[in-house]
T-cell receptor
Framework: DAGITQSPRHKVTETGTPVTLRCHQT?????MYWYRQDPGHGLRLIHY???????DKGEVSDGYSVSRSKTEDFLLTLESATSSQTSVYFC??????????????FGPGTRLLVL | DQQVKQNSPSLSVQEGRISILNCDYT??????FLWYKKYPAEGPTFLIS?????DKNEDGRFTVFLNKSAKHLSLHIVPSQPGDSAVYFC????????????FGKGTHLIIQP
């Protein structure tokens, strides 16, 4: 199994509060991703990173920001949590964006409830 | 606009028989396709993948077939085992996956004893 951990694994918060989720990898992979999974939607890309300090938006980036100051850590911040951000959040990593190395490996997920 | 479609939300198969999960895509820029398996309260686990330059890839009990002209891929599991009961996601990428994966909504496979 790829060395990916996510913290916290479960969190309950209130509307309007900031929340930060952490993804940590021990594989030294260049690419890191944040997805959310909601019933009826599969997994949807929020943000991704292709290197330290290099990030870009995904399909559902509104209300989220990310930071990557070290290769091993990718942080997802909900600037002001809303009930629509109640979801399960998955981090993923891949070795590179090159052909044959696109396979992404996922962390265990963080279940977030916004009240 | 859903670019990756899994039209069967659930599929029930008898143990020992073949399970066939289907996936359709609309974006002709997709060049790499993956299947993931997911158990409740766990992250998706990579199962098998196929590049657009191939039409078949096999790994043990799992085979993925790609029909580019029909923009269709399928995952065959033979023989099906109880531990195969899970949600299966089809995913696709373009540009070497640099922009992330696009997922289908998943198919819940149930293996009946």
């Amino acid at each position: 199994d790829a060395g990916i951990t996510q913290s916290p694994r479960h969190k309950v918060t209130e509307t309007g509060t900031p929340v930060t989720l952490r993804c940590h990898q021990t594989e030294n992979h260049r690419y890191m991703y944040w997805y959310r999974q909601d019933p009826g939607h599969g997994l949807r890309l929020i943000h991704y990173s292709y290197g330290v300090k290099d990030t870009d938006k995904g399909e559902v980036s509104d209300g989220y920001s990310v930071s990557r100051s070290k290769t091993e850590d990718f942080l997802l911040t909900l600037e002001s949590a809303t009930s629509s951000q109640t979801s399960v959040y998955f981090c993923a990593i891949s070795e590179s964006g090159g052909t044959g190395k696109e396979t992404q490996y996922f962390g265990p997920g963080t279940r977030l409830l916004v009240l | 606009d859903q670019q990756v479609k899994q039209n069967s939300p659930s599929l029930s198969v008898q143990e020992g028989r073949i399970s066939i999960l289907n996936c359709d895509y609309t974006n002709s820029m997709f060049d790499y396709f993956l299947w993931y398996k997911k158990y409740p309260a766990e992250g998706p686990t990579f199962l098998i993948s196929i590049s657009s330059i191939k039409d078949k890839n096999e790994d043990g009990r799992f085979t993925v077939f790609l029909n580019k002209s029909a923009k269709h891929l399928s995952l065959h599991i033979v023989p099906s085992q109880p531990g195969d009961s899970a949600v299966y996601f089809c995913a696709a990428s373009a540009r070497g996956g640099a922009d992330g994966l696009t997922f289908g909504k998943g198919t819940h496979l149930i293996i009946q004893p």
